[in-house]
């Protein structure tokens, strides 16, 4: 990280004086160049391995954490397991004196010119880090890299027994996200077009639907158009291929999202715009510790063995007091180490009964008190990076005699991503194929994006493989020559005893404006959402009007 030079040029010259009668070097008259310089060269010359063993055991052990990790350690990581160093200005050492009675193994390696303190650029930014300077970490022996030790140890998580009741894994994520790019086709996703969701998603979860679109827009499915969001071509590219490489492509796509897991992990909210998080890097710690075999396995042994192989997944420099992510049922912040199962912990069952479960990954189960786990086959297809396969049987679309048009779950996706834009979604029934209705409103709007009846009789017919019931194929051509022929309405119906009755409300200010088409002398149609207006206005008059509207 540092050479012993550029490490004491950091020191105050206090500092390196008190180092210097550690090793027997007065440098009371020099400056602080020269200090540093004959300082370092002294350093250098030690047998520094033989120096360790002579270390108390405390002060070895801290040691020993450097070399583990490289040489260099983040300093709230490594102050939590070997105490801190009081920083101190010239005057406050003068005074304190703290090298007589050091207040940690870390402070009484400090004076001693072992361990040293200073900023990296890492990957997650610039990180304060506790370091050995290059001359000493090259005399101690190196262990083994710490991703080789944490992939050997994770075979040392036991398999459980296979539980009598779990919840299998499913390939609906490719499913809910066509539905979703058809209907950012129809409507750009506008915010009136989310009350649909509940009705046409096979799970509605907030939360995965947050993702779906996520990873569709960081995938370039999805653009930004005034007022929403739409389709792309390349969600066309995605919507031909096969069920498991569309799942793969999602996969891959979560791994280096940046939809962020933690803010949508049940039980914690995250606040405040002054620190931010990196989601990859629990992903990654996640998926590096995964057993790759296809035994199931107690969640809890999974969280334990991350905290106890890596727990500053996240962190990377060890801080636990600057985030702020409050607990939702006792309403307070979580900080500090000792709340890691309910921050880290919380994340990663999320991650694994959510995005994993989510995108056909895993399998899930509880068992008593313990929630369970299992690998798919899909799963560790791509953590073994095997190609998915790129072949599928799919089935036709069915056009029934009364214009509705039926997709099984195993249809061309793309057959019925086109079907939803000339047609209206029906609500979804659990274990029953996708229904769809053409309607005079959806014909209009197709027309509205360039999809003519003739375009649209010629895609109903191939995509069925048979010919369209004459019913369904003379409606379409009647509505490309007439246009809406009738309609159907919600209406509430006013009977009156007398003609002259209904003159009268037909007359009065308060009254006419609620009063629609006549049906006759006794009786009139009346808005669904007016019929209570008209009540109330017609009671001013004298008149009540009885009502077996729910």
Request: hydrophobic share 40%; charged share 25%.
């Amino acid at each position: 990280m540092r050479t012993l030079l550029k490490a004491l040029q950091e020191h105050e010259l206090i500092v390196l004086r008190v180092i210097g009668e550690w090793w027997e070097l007065d440098l009371t008259g020099e400056d602080k160049t020269a200090s540093c310089k004959a300082l370092a060269e002294r350093l250098a010359q030690l047998d520094f391995a033989q120096e360790v063993l002579y270390l108390g055991p405390e002060e070895a052990a801290a040691i020993q954490t450097l070399v583990q990790s490289n040489g260099r350690s983040p300093v709230a990581a490594f102050e939590r397991l070997h105490g801190e160093v009081r920083l101190m200005g010239p005057g406050a050492l003068e005074r304190e004196e703290p090298w007589f009675d050091p207040i940690s193994p870390v402070e009484s390696l400090w004076y001693r010119g072992f361990v040293y303190r200073g900023f990296d650029e890492t990957a997650e930014g610039m990180i304060e880090f506790y370091y050995l300077p290059d001359e000493l970490l090259e005399k101690l022996p190196r262990p083994e890299k710490p991703k080789e030790v944490r992939q050997t140890a994770v075979t040392n998580l036991t398999p459980v027994p296979e539980p009598n009741r779990y919840t299998p894994a499913s390939s609906s994520a490719v499913d809910d996200l066509t539905t979703l790019l058809a209907l950012a086709q129809r409507t750009a996703l506008r915010s009136e077009a989310l009350d649909l969701l509940p009705q046409v998603l096979l799970d509605a979860n907030a939360d995965r639907r947050s993702l779906l679109i996520n990873l569709a827009r960081e995938m370039e499915m999805l653009r930004e158009v005034e007022g929403g969001i739409r389709p792309t071509r390349t969600a066309v590219s995605w919507l031909t291929k096969s069920r498991e490489a569309q799942l793969r492509a999602l996969m891959d796509a979560w791994s280096s999202s940046g939809w962020n897991d933690l803010c949508h992990t049940p039980g914690l909210r995250c606040e405040g715009d002054q620190w931010r998080n990196d989601p990859i890097l629990a992903r990654t710690a996640l998926l590096d510790a995964l057993p790759q075999t296809p035994d199931w396995y107690s969640l809890n042994d999974l969280i334990s063995h991350i905290k106890q192989t890596d727990p500053d997944f996240q962190r990377p420099d060890g801080n636990y007091d600057t985030w702020y992510v409050r607990d939702v049922a006792q309403d307070n912040y979580l900080s500090g180490i000792e709340n890691w199962e309910l921050v880290e912990g919380r994340l990663l069952a999320f991650l694994v009964q959510g995005p994993l479960f989510w995108l056909g990954l895993a399998e899930t189960a509880v068992q008593g008190k313990y929630h369970l786990f299992r690998l798919t086959d899909r799963a560790l297809e791509w953590l073994a990076n095997s190609p998915p396969a790129a072949e599928e049987v799919t089935v036709p679309i069915i056009v029934q005699p009364d214009s509705t048009i039926l997709a099984a779950h195993n249809a061309n996706r793309h057959h019925r991503f086109q079907v939803a834009r000339i047609s209206e979604a029906q609500p979804v029934e659990p274990g029953k194929p996708y229904a769809y209705q053409i309607t005079p409103a959806s014909l209009k709007q197709a027309r509205a994006e360039g999809i003519e009846p003739d375009r649209i009789l010629t895609f109903l017919q191939e995509a069925s493989e048979r010919p369209l019931p004459a019913a369904t194929k003379r409606g379409i051509e009647r509505w490309r020559e007439r246009g809406v022929e009738g309609r159907l309405e919600t209406a509430v119906i006013l009977r009156v005893r007398d003609a002259g009755i209904l003159e009268t409300l037909r007359s009065n200010a308060k009254t006419r404006d609620f009063i629609d088409e006549s049906l006759g002398e006794l009786a009139a149609t009346v808005r669904l959402e007016n019929w209570q207006k008209l009540r109330e206005a017609a009671a001013q008059l004298g008149l009540l009007l009885d009502s077996t509207v729910q």
